[in-house]
């Protein structure tokens, strides 16, 4: 895939012909966006299961670049010339080279760590084909539940991020079957479904923080919660209820945590289940990891279908 950056900060595709000469021809999933300057950006698959992005101009040592979609991408080729590549340019590269690659993480130690939680489960009855990773997915596919929990183990364990496997699997013990999982795999939001949002800062900014005005939490509101001296805080509007807490250690960042639920959610963990504010908002944000995890796995291509012989 070949692409040009144009001057109003699009991109447009060119022919998929031969590549520009001095441009490395790395094989497998790849894309290329040629850049003014005579400049070239180069994503493609790395061991695998990693992307990585190499630029420079052809013919010379390229330089490796990280991209991150909450921004845009600066190159500075000198003292005083840049290419800025826009966020949205940045986002759409990497949405076209990951549809090419298969998702990250391996697929027999998800399914060993979800076997105790879902042991009663259908899919887990056949150990040959549980093994068969399109058979298993395949089978999964009308459980939202499994589904999102899947994706998001899978991925944590890829990256080693074993706190998010413990705040999915909270979810799973205490909330499970009260947030509404159809909806977000449908939709990506769901109406009876808590959200988050973080800060290091005393209040989110920007679009985080208008969020939670459209909640009916002014930043009054919101500056009273992070006044007090003692966190968890609850502040209720006529949307629902909304949590301040904070995570962290003394050794490592401290960050604040806001959790939204609407009424009946907060009626149902709190009021009838009794759960404590920390097991509340660790179960919300379970589900949030689970949901985005979901959303992450839509962005890489589909496994082949297959059918099962036993």
């Given at each position: 895939m070949i692409f040009e950056l144009m001057s109003n900060g699009s991109i447009a595709s060119l022919?998929?012909?031969?590549?520009?000469?001095?441009i490395p021809d790395i094989l497998g999933p790849r894309v290329i966006l040629l850049l003014p300057y005579n400049r070239y950006l180069l994503g493609h698959s790395f061991m695998?299961?990693?992307?990585?992005?190499?630029?420079?101009?052809?013919?010379?040592?390229?330089?490796?670049?990280?991209?991150?979609?909450?921004?845009?991408?600066?190159?500075?080729?000198?003292?005083?010339?840049?290419?800025?590549?826009?966020?949205?340019?940045?986002l759409e590269?990497?949405?076209?080279?990951?549809?090419?690659?298969?998702?990250?993480?391996?697929?027999?130690?998800?399914?060993?760590?979800?076997?105790?939680?879902?042991?009663?489960?259908?899919a887990f009855k056949?150990?040959?084909?549980?093994?068969?990773?399109p058979f298993f997915l395949q089978s999964i596919d009308k459980d939202a539940t499994l589904t999102m929990t899947y994706w998001a183990v899978r991925f944590a364990?890829?990256?080693?991020?074993?706190?998010?496997?413990?705040?999915?699997k909270t979810w799973l013990r205490v909330a499970s079957d009260i947030f509404d999982t159809?909806?977000?795999?449908?939709?990506?939001?769901?109406?009876?479904?808590?959200?988050?949002?973080?800060?290091?800062?005393?209040?989110?900014?920007?679009?985080?923080?208008?969020?939670?005005?459209?909640?009916?939490?002014?930043?009054?509101?919101?500056q009273r919660m992070v006044s007090q001296s003692?966190?968890?805080?609850?502040l209720f509007s006529k949307a629902g209820y909304l949590v301040l807490s904070d995570f962290g250690s003394l050794g490592g960042?401290?960050?604040?945590?806001?959790?939204?639920l609407p009424t009946y959610l907060w009626n149902e963990l709190r009021e009838r289940r009794k759960l404590s504010i920390r097991d509340l908002v660790i179960s919300a944000w379970g589900y949030c990891d689970a949901v985005q995890a979901l959303a992450e796995r839509a962005r890489y291509a589909q496994l082949a279908k297959t059918t099962a012989h036993v």
């Open positions: 022919p998929q012909t031969a590549l520009p000469r001095g695998r299961n990693y992307e990585r992005w190499i630029w420079g101009k052809p013919g010379s040592d390229p330089h490796e670049v990280f991209l991150y979609e909450n921004g845009p991408q600066t190159l500075a080729l000198d003292n005083v010339t840049r290419v800025d590549i826009p966020a949205s340019a940045v590269i990497r949405n076209l080279l990951l549809s090419q690659m298969l998702p990250p993480g391996e697929h027999l130690p998800t399914v060993l760590m979800l076997r105790g939680a879902f042991k009663d489960h259908p056949d150990d040959t084909l549980t093994q068969n990773e364990l890829f990256r080693g991020e074993f706190e998010t496997i413990a705040r999915v159809q909806e977000a795999t449908s939709a990506g939001t769901a109406g009876q479904a808590p959200k988050i949002w973080f800060s290091l800062t005393s209040l989110p900014c920007g679009k985080e923080l208008a969020e939670l005005e459209s909640l009916s939490f002014s930043i009054d509101d919101l003692a966190l968890p805080v609850v960042a401290v960050f604040r945590v806001w959790v939204f």
